[in-house]
């Protein structure tokens, strides 16, 4: 059974930080391309970051330079670093590989 588990996250205040992680099952995990989207209430499930199994990313333009996608193969495990969060961010995010998908983890931005 393939299984990917999100965790980290929560509720921050705006211009604070998250990190999320996944935690993958290890015959899947390598080497495919790995990726974070997210859903906000009412819109359809976005892209945020993908990785490549040589660790080249991409971002959508919404959170360029404010989040880090990263993977640790040995460990399993895909990561987002989430820096100046802003309201807008607020969403579910999931994790994924090929046609896999987490059960998601939910990120709130609020004062």
């Known amino acids: 059974q393939v299984q990917l588990v999100e965790s980290g996250g929560g509720l921050v205040q705006p211009g604070g930080s998250l990190r999320l992680s996944c935690a993958v099952s290890r015959r899947i995990f390598s080497p495919y391309t790995m990726g974070w989207y997210r859903q906000a209430p009412g819109k359809q499930r976005e892209l945020v970051a993908t990785i490549t199994n040589y660790g080249d990313a991409n971002y959508a333009d919404s959170v360029k330079d404010r989040f880090t996608i990263s993977r640790d193969n040995s460990e399993n495990t895909l990561y987002l670093q989430m820096n100046s969060l802003k309201s807008e961010d607020t969403a579910t995010y999931y994790c994924?590989?090929?046609?896999?998908w987490g059960q998601g983890t939910q990120v709130t931005v609020s004062s």
């Open positions: 994924n590989t090929g046609s896999c």
